[in-house]
Each structure stands twice: as structure tokens, then as C-alpha cells.
């Protein structure tokens, strides 16, 4: 079974500064990982996924994410935070074998600041 | 813009009402989903479609009965729903087998239907 926990409900950030939200992930197996971005009234869009061929992985919009096995943790970053960033984010795992579903983290609101 | 397209975008309906949900594709994605999302909450999974058979159904109770006609097409038929049922239903497709490995794994969502049972 596998599992995500994103640390902070709520993030806020001031436009210009770094954004970093938080997910580790718990997983008896080699994961596969993704971010998902939701905007107010809209379904999910995939920002970016981790599926073992590099552990920086780049996504759009700026984003990136950075995959270590030994922190068990794939954290989502982008570096100068844009108005338009505000959404909920939601990080999400699922077993690199089989046929597992995805579980997705509680999610992560992201507000930023003028 | 996204490429799976749901409609209607909000339905209101009484509680012994039918109503359905329509959900369509053109990626040739063989893996179809709904979810339902209750506010400040992640998706959670309802039923999957595997080259147009259910190969999921998360316990689901039967007010809620999904069809995939073809391999584009999905639909929520919806009957005596509760007011707790009022949520955001998303569909939601990959390519290959639910939940395939490799990097077609990802799910395609649509914007959702904003769903109020009064």
C-alpha cells in the first residue's frame, strides 16, 4: 500500500518569493509520484511526474520537483511565485508495477500575497 | 483548455429526480474514470472503465449507475440522490490499462460537474 502526506493545508507566499510545498510519501515499492494543480472551479492538470528516470524533474508553469528516496519526500518548488500560481495543489503516488491506484495527498492551498 | 469535456458544468437536481452526467474523450484513452470531490478534499475514486468494460466500482452506492457506451464516451446516470451527494464529479482518462505503468500513466481530468441535490 502506498501513501502521501502533504505537510501545511495552507501556504502563503509572497508574489516574487520561493514557493516550496511539501509531500512525502510512503511506499513499499519504487513509487511513481505526481503533482496535480486544481484552480477554483476547474478539474485537476498534471504539473509534473516522477517515474524513476530523473530525480529533478521539471514540470510547467515554472515548477519542479525534486525526487529523494532518502528523505522519502518528492517537495514541489518554483522559484519566484506568480498571482496566477494560487490553486490547491495535490500530490499523488502510486506503485511503479501492477495495476495500483492512485492515492492522492489531502492537498496543499496555495495563496499568494501582492 | 481541456480534453476531456463533462457537461453540464452545474446541475441542480431535487432528490427524486434522474439526471446524467456526460463525459467525453478524444485522446483514445481506453481507461475512463469518475471521481467525486467534496470541498477542501482530494478526488475520490468512484468507478473505472477498462476498454469500455467496469473494471472498478469503489463501493458505490447504486442511486449512482456509470455507462460507457463507446470508447469515448462515459456518463453518470443519476437517481433519488441524497443532498450529501453535492459535490464536484470529475471524469477522468489514461491511456492503455487503468492505472498502467509508464509514463501514460498520468490521469487527464475534465473541468467537473458542479453537482447541488436540494
Known amino acids: 500500500a502506498q501513501s502521501v502526506t502533504q505537510l501545511g493545508s495552507h501556504v502563503s507566499v509572497s508574489e516574487g518569493a520561493l514557493v516550496l510545498l511539501r509531500c512525502n510519501y510512503s511506499s513499499s515499492v519504487p513509487p511513481y509520484l505526481f503533482w496535480y494543480v486544481q484552480y477554483p472551479n476547474q478539474g485537476l492538470q498534471l504539473l509534473l511526474k516522477y517515474t524513476s528516470a530523473a530525480t529533478l524533474v521539471k514540470g510547467i508553469n515554472g515548477f519542479e520537483a525534486e525526487f529523494k528516496k532518502s528523505e522519502t519526500s518528492f517537495h514541489l518548488t518554483k522559484p519566484s511565485a506568480h498571482m496566477s500560481d494560487a490553486a490547491e495543489y495535490f500530490c499523488?503516488?502510486?506503485?511503479?508495477?501492477?495495476?495500483?491506484?492512485?492515492?492522492f495527498g489531502t492537498g496543499t492551498r496555495l495563496t499568494i500575497i501582492p | 483548455d481541456t480534453e476531456v469535456t463533462q457537461t453540464p458544468k452545474h446541475l441542480v437536481m431535487g432528490m427524486t429526480n434522474k439526471k446524467s452526467l456526460k463525459c467525453e474523450q478524444h485522446?483514445?484513452?481506453?481507461?475512463m474514470y469518475w471521481y467525486k470531490q467534496k470541498a477542501k478534499k482530494p478526488p475520490e475514486l468512484m468507478f473505472v472503465?477498462?476498454?469500455?468494460?467496469?473494471?472498478i466500482n469503489e463501493s458505490v452506492p447504486s442511486r449512482f449507475s456509470p455507462e460507457c457506451p463507446n470508447s469515448s464516451l462515459l456518463n453518470l446516470h443519476l437517481h433519488a440522490l441524497q443532498p450529501e451527494d453535492s459535490a464536484l464529479y470529475l471524469c477522468a482518462s489514461s491511456q492503455g490499462a487503468p492505472f498502467a505503468r509508464g509514463p501514460s500513466s498520468p490521469l487527464h481530468f475534465g473541468n467537473g460537474t458542479r453537482l447541488t441535490v436540494t
Open positions: 485522446m483514445g484513452h481506453r481507461a
Open positions: 472503465y477498462s476498454y469500455e468494460k467496469l473494471s
Open positions: 499523488a503516488v502510486r506503485a511503479n508495477f501492477g495495476n495500483e491506484k492512485i492515492t
